[in-house]
């Protein structure tokens, strides 16, 4: 089934971190970074969607799109109408047929996106990615050799901060930098986790 998936909140709290993983778990989804633009040029769109619409199961994500998807009322024409496309696209006739699923990240508020993107039904997953807080934020401030100050307890840090300094590790002969997020490409073969925590 169509749908529509929003990871919301802080940068650098995880968004794009988790999508890698969602990517790495589940080798069988067809997973298409759709930059922004491709939207936008809605013909093209609609016949590759209407094109490929057998060929499996396809996720769509766009990041950072605020602008994209604030309320109709507050944007141009050929926004309102990528709007309406994506409503379509997602609880639609044209959903029936090509079972189209986005993911959207931004890092703006709920209160300025569409709201009719967030109606139940069309939104299947909400997520607000926020600075880590107590007991997660000690654990993986411990595991990076973050200092945290009475500040960082109270606000919270994000994981971007957290792994920032990561200090760099001996694996095997050379010197690699752990990391959150994506391997190496050379690095996939031997382990498709490395790097998630």
Do not use: W
């Not at 703006?108 to 997520?127: E, P």
């Not at 095997?172 to 490395?194: N, Q």
Request: hydrophobic fraction near 35%; aromatic fraction near 12%; glycine fraction near 8%.
């Amino acid at each position: 089934r169509g749908g529509i998936c929003i990871f919301n909140g802080t940068p650098g709290c995880g968004k794009s971190t988790y999508i890698k993983s969602l990517v790495f778990k589940n080798p069988g989804v067809h997973f298409v970074i759709l930059p922004q633009y491709l939207l936008l040029n809605q013909d093209a769109f609609r016949m590759f969607l209407l094109g490929t619409a057998n060929k499996g199961n396809r996720v769509f994500i766009i990041e950072d799109c605020e602008q994209l998807l604030v309320q109709r009322e507050e944007n141009g024409v050929q926004f309102a109408s990528v709007i309406s496309d994506i409503l379509n696209y997602t609880s639609g006739v044209i959903s029936d047929i090509t079972c189209t699923k986005f993911i959207f990240t931004f890092n703006t508020d709920l209160t300025k996106i569409d709201k009719a993107l967030l109606r139940r039904g069309r939104l299947k997953v909400k997520y607000e990615f926020m600075p880590l807080k107590g007991e997660n934020l000690e654990k993986i401030a411990d595991k990076t050799g973050y200092t945290l100050t009475d500040e960082n307890k109270k606000d919270g840090v994000s994981l971007a901060d957290l792994y920032a300094n990561f200090e760099e590790v001996e694996l095997g002969e050379t010197k690699k930098r752990k990391k959150i997020g994506f391997v190496d490409y050379e690095d996939c073969e031997e382990d498709m986790s490395y790097g998630f925590e």
